[in-house]
């Protein structure tokens, strides 16, 4: 099963720009799509943008589309995940999953300061 590991949260202020990461180790991740979800204070989970397995197919929710962009690194040790988000809101504030089969990572929180 797949280790997953997300670095590059923070605070940001509205209109800025940040960069989500997802290490993945001790799996087979590069077989298989990666997601990122989200989860605001008092809200459930959802899904934020999905990639597939070689990378070449990207799926993001309506509410981010145009601003947030997934991508992937499938290296020979670790599979990286990598969600850039621009023009962030404070809408966006939550915090940030990966997802790969049935395993999750911590979470990255996100802070858009308006």
């Known amino acids: 099963q797949e280790q997953l590991v997300e670095s590059g949260g923070g605070l940001v202020q509205a209109g800025g720009s940040l960069r989500l990461s997802c290490e993945a180790s001790g799996g087979t991740s590069s077989n298989f799509g990666m997601n990122w979800f989200r989860q605001a204070p008092g809200k459930g989970r959802e899904f934020v943008a999905g990639?597939?397995?070689?990378?070449?197919?990207?799926?993001?929710t309506d509410s981010v589309k145009g601003r947030f962009t997934i991508s992937r690194d499938n290296g020979s040790a670790k599979d990286t995940v990598y969600l850039q988000l621009t023009r962030l809101e404070p809408e966006d504030s939550a915090i940030y999953y990966c997802n790969a089969r049935a395993s999750w990572g911590q979470g990255a929180q996100v802070t858009g300061s308006s």
């Open positions: 990639i597939n397995a070689n990378g070449d197919t990207t799926l993001v």
